[in-house]
């Protein structure tokens, strides 16, 4: 190689690194917004990636406020939160019903579940690690400030409250406060012909 070629290559190195650092200049100015967004939207979990497919099954219309919800618990009051159960489909719901193992369980369609509006979660103390789950006292849940802010901020519902005739379930969380049940299980069955077909999740509120 002479010398009059190898100033040839340098120079086509540099203008190839050059448009590349150029591209990728352009192209993050132009997703500037979106990657903000990105960046924004990343919620800390434990357990990252199952974690992340439990929010992507929820029902549109909620994701962001679910989304919202874990992040303030994890900023503002101190907890990360584990999910454990998010959507159900109908048929997983029949499932769970017919295998007789789940003694206080809504019938297929007719659990906040089944549309992808509920999550069931429990809490890490991020100071001492302790864990608030199923078992732990609903005094304990309400010290963690978790139950007030899903109600007073996000309208949701409390599952130790004891909702639609289940009581003691303290992890779970849901957003049927602003939607009817019944409608929704018209417009899933009447959208997707039935329950083996039924994806509540993705029901066409409109
Ligand atoms: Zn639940």
Do not use: C
């Amino acid at each position: 190689m002479n010398n009059k070629n190898s100033t040839k290559d340098i120079n086509s190195l540099l203008i190839g690194l050059t448009a590349g650092f150029v591209l990728l200049g352009v192209t993050l100015f132009v997703f500037r917004k979106q990657i903000k967004q990105g960046a924004k939207d990343i919620v800390r979990y434990v357990f990252t990636a199952d974690q992340e497919r439990f929010l992507k099954e929820l029902h549109p219309s909620v994701v962001k406020d679910f989304r919202s919800f874990i992040k303030d618990v994890d900023n503002k009051l101190g907890y990360l939160v584990r999910i454990n159960s998010g959507y159900r489909s109908f048929k997983k719901q029949q499932e769970m019903v017919d295998s007789g193992n789940y003694p206080v369980i809504a019938k297929s369609g007719y659990s906040s579940h089944n549309f992808g509006m509920a999550l069931d979660i429990s809490l890490i103390n991020k100071k001492n690690a302790n864990i608030i789950s199923q078992n732990s006292p609903i005094s304990e849940w309400k010290k963690t400030g978790v139950v007030n802010l899903a109600r007073s901020k996000y309208g949701m519902r409390w599952g130790g409250d004891g909702l639609d005739g289940i009581s003691g379930d303290p992890v779970h969380f849901d957003m049927m406060k602003k939607y009817n049940i019944n409608k929704l299980r018209e417009l899933t069955l009447k959208q997707y012909g039935s329950i083996e077909n039924a994806k509540g999740n993705r029901v066409n509120l409109a």
